[in-house]
Structure formats: structure tokens, C-alpha cells
């Protein structure tokens, strides 16, 4: 079967630097997505990639390792506002989104 | 209108009724999308349409069904509402299916009594 796994929740303080990882298993792959999603909003689109690497976009980047199966979003000089879940997924075969259960960060003063 | 939008907000339904979930774009995207959050699961679709005139099923697919008449509607319908689709129901569109990002309604809360 398809499975994206990411931790349920993470803490981290205000100004610091946290690191979300995902890793998956899928028919197929075309890009990894990563959304952020508010409590009670919409998710919102913060990154894909598709190739292996780092891609770099101000405070948040995200990285891949297709041989791995493998993605983290690094998010820098962390603001209350961050305070969000953040959603991995991955497209498969069939263009189709598969999508992990999301992580619960909590920013700390 | 601007962006995407979904109507209602919130609903309360007695099971056994009809409802249908309203999803209105002016992006002229191809393809939408119907997904269902519920507590810790990821965002699971139900149904998608890659362009006006076509649906599909998604992973999720039973006790719904869904139309695509013209480019800008999404219309999801339950055709006798069950307690275990009480969820967030969130509409999506993109360019295309293949590697776009999706852009996402404020989503429709609905509890099934």
C-alpha cells in the first residue's frame, strides 16, 4: 500500500530552527508537496520538489532523497505565526495526491 | 469572487438526508478536486475531475457523487447522508493534474446526526 509518514507533533522555540521529516512509500512518484495548514483554515502551498536536493524559499526549504524515500522541511528563525501543521504529499503514478497526516508544531516563546 | 470558495461554511444533517456541498472557482483551472479531513488522517480524496465534462474516483469514492457541467463548479453530493461522513470537507483546484499545486476552499464542516 501507499504511506506517507511524518511525527504527530513537534515543539520548538521562537528564533530557532526546526526540522519536519517525511518519508514514503508509493506506486510511483511525481513530486512532494509540502502545505501548511492553520487551525481551522485551508492547507496552503509552501514547497515541491522533484528532483533531489535542497530548494531554498526565505525562511522555509525543503529537501529530497528520492533513493531514500525521504523529505524534510527546515523552517529558520522560527515566529509565533509558524505555530501550524504542516502536510506532506506525495503525487504518485496516477497524479494522484497521497497525503500524510500532517505534524502539529507548537512555537514556544 | 476570488480564489475559491465553498458554501455552506458549517451544517448539522440528520442521516438518511440529502445534501450537497457547493465549490465555486474563478482561477479557470482544468482540474478540482473533493478531499475529507478527519482527525488524524491525511487529506483523502473522493472525487477529482481533470477537466469540465469528466470526473473520477478518488480513494474514498462511496456515498458520493459529484458533476462537472462547466469549468468553475464542483458540486459534491451525498445522496443519504451516514454518521461516518460527518468530516471537513475541502474543495481544490489546480492548472492541471500533473504536478501543479492545489489551491484549497475554506472548507465545509459537516456533522451527520
Known amino acids: 500500500g501507499q504511506n506517507i509518514d511524518q511525527p504527530t507533533e513537534m515543539t520548538a522555540t521562537e528564533g530557532a530552527i526546526v526540522q519536519i521529516n517525511c518519508t514514503y512509500q508509493?506506486?510511483?512518484?511525481?513530486?512532494l508537496f509540502w502545505y501548511q495548514q492553520h487551525a481551522g483554515e485551508a492547507p496552503t502551498f509552501l514547497s515541491y520538489n522533484v528532483l533531489d536536493g535542497l530548494e531554498e524559499k526565505g525562511r522555509f526549504s525543503s529537501f529530497l532523497s528520492r533513493s531514500k524515500g525521504y523529505s524534510y522541511l527546515l523552517l529558520k528563525e522560527l515566529q509565533m505565526k509558524d505555530s501550524a501543521s504542516y502536510l506532506c504529499?506525495?503525487?504518485?503514478?496516477?497524479?494522484?495526491?497521497?497525503w500524510g497526516a500532517g505534524t502539529k508544531l507548537i512555537i514556544k516563546p | 469572487i476570488a480564489g475559491i470558495t465553498q458554501a455552506p461554511t458549517s451544517q448539522i444533517l440528520a442521516a438518511g438526508r440529502r445534501m450537497t456541498l457547493r465549490c465555486t472557482q474563478d482561477m479557470r483551472h482544468n482540474a478540482m478536486y473533493w478531499y475529507r479531513q478527519d482527525l488524524g488522517l491525511g487529506l483523502r480524496l473522493i472525487h477529482y475531475s481533470n477537466t469540465a465534462g469528466t470526473t473520477g474516483k478518488g480513494e474514498v469514492p462511496d456515498g458520493y457523487s459529484v458533476s462537472r457541467a462547466n469549468t468553475d463548479d464542483f458540486p459534491l453530493t451525498l445522496a443519504s447522508a451516514v454518521p461516518s461522513q460527518t468530516s471537513v470537507y475541502f474543495c481544490?483546484?489546480?492548472?492541471?493534474?500533473?504536478?501543479?499545486?492545489?489551491?484549497f476552499g475554506p472548507g465545509t464542516r459537516l456533522t451527520v446526526l
Open positions: 481544490a483546484s489546480s492548472d492541471d493534474r500533473e504536478g501543479n499545486e492545489q489551491f
Open positions: 504529499a506525495v503525487m504518485d503514478s496516477n497524479y494522484q495526491l497521497i
Open positions: 508509493t506506486s510511483g512518484f511525481n513530486g
